[in-house]
């Protein structure tokens, strides 16, 4: 089975420009949670998307934005960058049944460098 | 409120030697979970455990084992006979609770192993 994979895995953009991040769980999965990890604040929840429908949502401004598309597959959009967004985005797929835990399987991350 | 705190920032052993890696957490559900992730220098988060709260019984896979101790909110980590392809950040993580699978993420254990 394929794993996790996130396009594009390198990204430099400028401040103010928007950035659009794709993520494509195993297959089967149903659940598409996105983290930030910087060396600062450590590994944060950003949303979580179930079936289409974000499930749940860590404390970013609205800025950051996600979506799910029928087949699973998932993106995150980043509007008005700041130098602060500089980080690597992790996507993580999970069978993601309401009423279980199942493991999470991450992505190789996309790396995102603002200047 | 939920938290996992990994206490140890750097660990530094040589090869053969065993280690522990700490993590304590804080929750106030009955149920919950608790999961060990390795993070390379590809950065990529690899799923090492997931451990349900009413199963404490330690478990053992090859050369790691991991202690789980509920009256001291512990599940520790424990590398025997370390080796140089075990150097990474090591990340214990919570479930957040509900529906989702949010995950509650310690700061992080970096182990150096040299030969």
């Known amino acids: 089975k394929a794993g996790v994979t996130q396009t594009p895995r390198y990204l430099i953009k400028t401040r103010g420009q928007q950035v659009t991040l794709s993520c494509s769980p195993i297959s089967g999965h149903r659940s598409v949670s996105w983290y930030q990890q910087t060396p600062g604040q450590g590994l944060q929840f950003l949303f979580e998307?179930?079936?289409?429908?974000?499930?749940n949502k860590g404390n970013f401004p609205g800025r950051f934005s996600g979506r799910q598309f029928s087949n699973s597959r998932s993106e995150m959009n980043v509007s008005t960058l700041e130098l602060g967004d500089s980080a690597l985005y992790l996507c993580?797929?999970?069978?993601?049944?309401?009423?279980?835990?199942?493991?999470?399987?991450f992505g190789p991350g996309t790396r995102l460098t603002v200047t | 409120a939920q938290k996992v705190t990994q206490a140890q920032t750097e660990i530094s052993v040589v090869e053969k030697e065993d280690v522990t890696l700490d993590c304590v957490y804080e929750?106030?559900?009955?149920?919950?979970?608790l999961f060990w992730y390795k993070q390379p220098p590809s950065g990529e988060l690899v799923f090492l455990i997931r451990r349900n709260s009413f199963d404490e019984q330690n478990e053992i896979s090859g050369r790691y084992s991991w202690n789980f101790q509920k009256s001291t909110s512990s599940f520790n980590f424990t590398i025997t006979a370390s080796q140089v392809v075990d150097s990474a950040v090591y990340f214990c993580?919570?479930?957040?609770?509900?529906?989702?699978?949010?995950?509650?993420f310690g700061t992080g254990t970096l182990l150096a192993v040299q030969p």
């Open positions: 929750t106030r559900d009955t149920t919950y979970y």
């Open positions: 998307y179930f079936s289409e429908t974000q499930r």
């Open positions: 993580a919570l479930h957040y609770g509900g529906a989702t699978n949010k995950l509650i």
């Open positions: 993580a797929s999970s069978l993601g049944r309401a009423t279980n835990t199942y493991e999470q399987y």
